[in-house]
C-alpha cells in the first residue's frame, strides 16, 4: 500500500518524520476545481505550511487564505496575487495591518478594525477596498445566529451601515463568512450557502454598490474515521453551480472564493513512528514510539478527550479534536504473527497514548508505525517545545501511496 523504498530510506536516519504526497494534493485540487468551475479556490495556509507544500499548491492557480501576517508574507513571497490573497483574522494589529495593506486582501474581523483601516487608509490619502467578515443570522445547523468572537454579526453590521458606507477612505466591496469545519453532508453546507445568498443580497442592496467578492468559507470535510462516508463533491459542485446561476443577474461581477485547507492536505500527509522499544506491564505489552504527542498531538488529544467523556458521540472541536478513531494506523511490519499492543511515545508523560489494546501484526525495534490523515492541522500543532526532543522532519515526495 505504501512505497516501502521511501519509507525504508527514511526510516534509516529518523526516528519519526511526516511524508506528503504532491500526486495527492494535485488530484485533491484538480478534484474541487473540476467540479466547482465558477470558484476560486483559497488555501488556509494554517493547515500546513510546509514550503513544498505551498509551491505545489499555489502552482495549481489556488490563492491564499492567510490567518496572519506570517501567512500573508509566505503567500506573497510565492506570487500569490492580491486579489487571491485574503487576511482574515480577529486581532489584527496596527502594525500587521500596515505590512499586509497594499499586498493583501484585507478582512475586516471588527468595526473597531474597519475604523482602523480607515485611519492608514487615510494616512495613505487612498481609499481601500475591503472585505468584511460576517457572523450571519445562521448557521450550520441553526437559523438563527451564535455568539461569536469571529466577524461582525450581521445584525451589527446592518445597524452600522450608514456609518460603514459613508467612510471616506475605505469601501466594502466583498463579504466573508465561515460557519465551521469539516462537514460531510452536503445538505447542510448547501443550506448554508442558499442561505449566504440570501444575505449577500441584503448586504449589497445595504451597501449601495455591486459586491466584488464572496468568500464562501469552508465545510468541506475529509473522511477520518474508517466509519466515515466521503462527502459528495460531485453533487455538491453541481448544486452550488446552479445556485450560483441563479443568482448570477444579481452580481454580475462578484468573484467567489471558497477557503480550505484540510481538503487538499489532510489525507496526503502521513505521520511516521519508528519503534524504540517494547515491554510487557502487568501482561500489557507497550511499544514505544518516538514522538507521539509531542510530534502529533492529534491520536493523543482524542485518548484524553475520549477517557473524560462517556458519551457515544463526542462533538469535534477542529482542529483539536475531529471523532474517535480519527487516524486510522498501519504498520510496515511483516510478521504473521498478530498480538493486541498499546502504542504510546517516548516522553516523560504517560498521556502520549497513540492506540490502546489494537491488534497489529508483532512489532519490532525499528518497524514503523504510519498514521494517516497527518497532512492537515499535523506538524503545526505539534508541542515540540516540550523536553527538548528532535522534531519530526516533513518530507516531501510526489508518490506515497501505490495503487
Ligand atoms: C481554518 C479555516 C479554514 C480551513 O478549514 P478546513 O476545514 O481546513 O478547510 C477556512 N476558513 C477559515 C476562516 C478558517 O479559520
Do not use: W
Request: with cysteine.
Amino acid at each position: 500500500m505504501f512505497n516501502q523504498e521511501i519509507l525504508s530510506q527514511y526510516l534509516e536516519n529518523n526516528d519519526s518524520f511526516y511524508i506528503y504526497e504532491k500526486n495527492g494534493i494535485i488530484k485533491s485540487i484538480e478534484k474541487l476545481q473540476n467540479n466547482f468551475p465558477d470558484i476560486c479556490f483559497l488555501y488556509s495556509l494554517k493547515t500546513n505550511p510546509n514550503k513544498e507544500v505551498l509551491d505545489t499548491i499555489f502552482a495549481k492557480n489556488v490563492g491564499a487564505d492567510a490567518a496572519s501576517l506570517g501567512e500573508v508574507m509566505l503567500s506573497h513571497e510565492r506570487n500569490v496575487p492580491i486579489e487571491c490573497l485574503q487576511y482574515s483574522a480577529p486581532g489584527k494589529t496596527r502594525a500587521e495591518i500596515e505590512k499586509a495593506f497594499d499586498i493583501s486582501t484585507l478582512i475586516a474581523d471588527s468595526l473597531n478594525e474597519i475604523n482602523l483601516i480607515q485611519e492608514i487608509a487615510k494616512e495613505k490619502n487612498i481609499v481601500k477596498e475591503i472585505g468584511v467578515r460576517l457572523n450571519p443570522n445562521f448557521t450550520f445547523f441553526a437559523s438563527n445566529g451564535i455568539a461569536s468572537k469571529f466577524g461582525i454579526d450581521e445584525q451589527q453590521f446592518f445597524e452600522n451601515i450608514n456609518q460603514l458606507t459613508n467612510l471616506s477612505h475605505v469601501k466594502i466591496v466583498g463579504i466573508h463568512v465561515h460557519s465551521r469545519s469539516q462537514e460531510l453532508n452536503i445538505n447542510i453546507i448547501y443550506a448554508y450557502y442558499e442561505n449566504l445568498f440570501n444575505l449577500l443580497t441584503r448586504a449589497q442592496e445595504a451597501l449601495n454598490s455591486p459586491l466584488k467578492f464572496v468568500n464562501m468559507g469552508s465545510g468541506i470535510g475529509i473522511t477520518y474515521s474508517l466509519e466515515d462516508s466521503p462527502l459528495d463533491v460531485e453533487n455538491l459542485g453541481k448544486k452550488t453551480i446552479e445556485l450560483i446561476k441563479k443568482h448570477r443577474e444579481n452580481f454580475p461581477q462578484m468573484k467567489i472564493y471558497i477557503e480550505t485547507g484540510r481538503y487538499l492536505v489532510g489525507k496526503n500527509g502521513f505521520y511516521i513512528s519508528k519503534v524504540l522499544d517494547y515491554k510487557t506491564s502487568y501482561g500489557k505489552k507497550f511499544v514505544i514510539l518516538a514522538n507521539t504527542l509531542n510530534g502529533f498531538v492529534r491520536p493523543s488529544i482524542a485518548k484524553l478527550i475520549e477517557s473524560y467523556s462517556k458519551e457515544e458521540t463526542l462533538f469535534a472541536t477542529e482542529p483539536l479534536f475531529t471523532c474517535k478513531n480519527a487516524f486510522p494506523l498501519y504498520t510496515n511490519s511483516k510478521s504473521t504473527e498478530k498480538e493486541v499492543v498499546n502504542l504510546v511515545g517516548n516522553l516523560c508523560t504517560a498521556a502520549d497514548i497513540v492506540a490502546q489494546d489494537v491488534l497489529l501484526p508483532k512489532l519490532d525495534i525499528g518497524d514503523a508505525i504510519i498514521i494517516t490523515n497527518a497532512g492537515s492541522y499535523a506538524a503545526v500543532l505539534s508541542p515540540m517545545q516540550f523536553s527538548t526532543q528532535v522534531a519530526p522532519k516533513e518530507i516531501f515526495v510526489d508518490k506515497f501511496i501505490m495503487e
